[in-house]
């Protein structure tokens, strides 16, 4: 009978999970009757009790030795039982966990899981969108005014990347400092390298001023207030005369530098002469010193009044709306971006539940054939200890009988009976029919799934809609 019981559960419990049926401890041993008997000494005491007469004729109750075997069944079958009570316990506990009503509520209510989730990231990036969504909404309307303030009908023109504009000071930088080296390399105790560093250094100075002021010089024509057009007519001298004496210095301090003064003595002697005579250049190194200079600041004049647009303001006004309005686009795109991922999950859930359900399905079925299986291998072993007490105590009453010389109690003549713990109707009829209809659910949601996918997509493309 054990044997019966495990060749049914092993395959249930092989695939790895935990087995709320723990066969191994049910003892569902069949009795050996030969060796019962001998435990309980019955030969022995029916020959004894036969001799003397026990239990009497007129007797209805069971004597001693017949008791001990009812004691002896009842102890086996208590020992069975509770065992039994346990492992139905926990078939009942993993029965009750198969229910997949749960799963059936969360396909049905799929697509507001979707709403429910997709409102809970609104509340977190609503309020980003909206503040982007406003501060476009000022730049625009800062911009608009600053135009229709002004009249100005086009719109705003800056390279859209400075790279040309970067590369071309670079370059002039290291030209500049390249040439004006070799002029500036006598003086200098670090030769060539000393003289190119100097040389690196007035040529980034010369460079950043022009750079700096050609950014305004345009306000003396693109200005929009006479203050602007003021600032901008000034810088543009500013930038002129800049360039002109700038380059003049340079080339008194490189004529000194010739003479094998050290830099310093250099510098200082050709200070003092560019204050008493700008103009008193006496080699002609030097005027190229000068042409190559005023060169090297018109290209940096150009990469200055190209770097931004030249009506005032007007250009990182338009960046700033360009800002926004990325901003915006960042924070819509996170929030599609979320959105689409909450709904794709929300698919994927559409099929997991579905497979878990299946398989939850599948489960019960199988817990309720081996619960079956329990009570009716269960109900043959009582009925195996009730055969048993019944074959013990006729081979006692045969035996007493033969070694007796009156005759025996009435009740010898009647089936002996037994009245111990009867298996409880755990019957799985109720739990059979909770499977068959947990499977028409099943296959009906099955059947629905396109459906309730359609019903999410739709969900999700409303929510972005609204």
């Keep these: 009978m054990l044997d019966k019981l495990i060749d049914i559960l092993m395959p249930w419990s092989a695939d790895g999970r935990q087995d709320p049926v723990d066969f191994a401890g049910l003892d569902f041993t069949e009795v050996d009757l030969d060796e019962m008997s001998q435990e309980l000494g019955l030969e022995s005491k029916a020959i004894s009790n036969g001799e003397n007469e026990i239990p009497p004729s007129d007797a209805t109750q069971l004597d001693g030795p017949q008791e001990e075997i009812r004691a002896a069944i009842k102890g086996r079958v208590g020992k069975a039982m509770a065992g039994y009570e346990r492992r139905i316990k926990g078939l009942n506990s993993e029965i009750q966990s198969c229910k997949i009503k749960n799963k059936i509520d969360r396909l049905e209510s799929a697509d507001q899981e979707l709403e429910k989730g997709l409102s809970d990231l609104e509340n977190r990036l609503g309020p980003k969108i909206e503040e982007a969504r406003a501060s476009v909404e000022n730049a625009e309307r800062e ?3 600053y135009r229709s303030e002004h009249g100005i009908q086009r719109e705003p023109e800056y390279p859209d990347s400075q790279v040309f504009q970067v590369g071309l000071l670079a370059f002039v930088c290291a030209l500049e400092a390249f040439v004006n080296g070799f002029f500036f390399r006598q003086g200098m105790e670090e030769g060539i390298v000393g003289g190119a560093f100097i040389a690196f250094v007035l040529a980034a100075v010369d460079v950043g001023v022009v750079f700096w002021l050609a950014g305004y010089s345009a306000w003396s024509y693109y200005g929009l207030k006479p203050l602007q057009k003021i600032i901008g007519t000034a810088a543009t001298a500013v930038a002129l005369v800049w360039v002109l004496f700038y380059n003049l210095l340079t080339a008194h301090i490189r004529e000194y530098l010739q003479a094998d003064l050290l830099m310093e003595e250099a510098t200082q002697e050709a200070l003092d002469r560019f204050l008493s005579s700008p103009f008193g250049i006496e ?11 005023v060169v090297f600041s018109i290209s940096a004049y150009y990469a200055g009044a190209t770097w931004e647009e030249v009506i005032p303001y007007y ?17 819509k795109k996170q929030y599609r971006r979320k959105a689409a991922s909450l709904r794709d999950e929300k698919l994927e859930d ?9 398989d939850k399905t599948k489960r019960l079925e199988e817990l309720i054939g081996v619960k079956s299986t329990l009570l009716q291998v269960v109900s043959e072993c009582v009925d195996h200890y009730r055969g048993a007490f019944r074959a013990l105590v006729k081979r006692y009453r045969d035996i007493n009988q033969r070694h007796r010389s009156t005759q025996p109690p009435g009740y010898f003549d009647e089936e002996p009976d037994i009245e111990f713990t009867e298996v409880k109707d755990y019957s799985t009829k109720g739990e059979k029919e909770t499977l068959e209809n947990q499977k028409r659910k099943l296959e009906r949601k099955k059947s629905e799934r396109s459906e309730i996918k359609e019903r999410v997509r739709n969900r999700y493309e409303a929510q972005l809609e609204a």
């Design 143 to 145: 911009l608009q005014e």
């Design 283 to 293: 080699q002609a190194d030097s005027i190229i010193l000068i042409i190559l200079g």
């Design 315 to 331: 250009g990182p006004m338009h960046k700033k709306l360009k800002e926004r309005r990325k901003e915006l686009r960042y924070w």
């Design 350 to 358: 559409v099929e997991r539940i579905l497979e878990e359900a299946e």
